[in-house]
């Protein structure tokens, strides 16, 4: 089946400095990825969705020069989260949509996020 | 997107199937019926999904009402791997994107 990885698993930084997450799909092509957020106990939230070549778009509410995006090849998109801060600790989740595909989109494992 | 209703938790014992309730009484004529779960720090994973007729697939079946206003996810023979959260999500054909409500926690008993 499709797989979607992420890396780091988990990462811990201090508060102030930027902390890259990766999300790659191993063994298929992704012409659009998602990222997520989810604080403990509660629901995932998107906050953007790229498309490979373009810029991301945010949803309402999402600081979009905090939150970089670049989606540079069809296999792999980053997340930088610049100036991070303990509110921004949180499980941020990727996933991709198959290219030229309507409903195929897998999710990655998930990266914890820990602002000291 | 179409909204929908899932109960907040749900318990079922070990080897019992469970069936896991959805309404979605706004749905429109293009919506799809999605279903994905997210086990315990993990990302989630696509369990089925379906339009009009009910599904079968090796996770699940999805039953889906008549007038595709609520819509059921039957795990048939449930293990303690199944217990997780689990998203009803409605899904136009070509909308890329998969929006999460509270979903339902499933609690399986040993």
């Known amino acids: 089946g499709a797989v979607v990885s992420q890396h780091p698993s988990r990462v811990i930084c201090k508060s102030g400095t930027s902390v890259k997450i990766e999300c790659r799909s191993l063994?298929?092509?992704?012409?659009?990825m998602f990222w997520y957020r989810q604080f403990p106990k509660q629901s995932l939230m998107l906050m953007a969705t790229?498309?490979?070549?373009?810029?991301?778009?945010?949803e309402q509410g999402v600081e979009k020069d905090k939150f970089l995006i670049n989606h540079a090849s069809l296999t792999l998109s980053t997340l930088t989260v610049t100036s991070a801060h303990p509110e921004d600790s949180s499980f941020y989740i990727c996933?991709?949509?198959?290219?030229?595909?309507?409903?195929?989109?897998?999710f990655g494992p998930g990266t914890r996020l820990t602002v000291t | 997107d179409a909204k929908t209703t899932q109960p907040n938790s749900m318990e079922s014992n070990e080897e019992e199937p469970v069936h896991l309730p959805c309404n979605h009484s706004?749905?429109?004529?293009?919506?799809?019926i999605h279903w994905y779960r997210q086990l315990p720090s993990q990302g989630p994973e696509y369990v089925i999904h379906?339009?009009?007729s009910n599904v079968n697939n090796r996770m699940a079946s999805l039953a889906i009402a008549e007038d595709r206003k609520s819509s059921t996810l039957i795990l048939h023979r449930a293990t303690l791997r199944d217990a997780a959260v689990y998203y009803c999500?409605?899904?136009?054909?070509?909308?890329?994107?998969?929006?999460f409500g509270k979903g339902t926690r499933l609690h399986i008993l040993p």
């Open positions: 790229s498309n490979e070549g373009s810029k991301a778009t945010y």
């Open positions: 379906g339009l009009t």
């Open positions: 706004t749905i429109s004529g293009t919506d799809y």
């Open positions: 063994d298929f092509q992704a012409t659009t």
């Open positions: 996933s991709a949509r198959v290219a030229y595909s309507s409903y195929e989109q897998y």
């Open positions: 999500i409605l899904k136009v054909n070509r909308d890329d994107k998969i929006i």
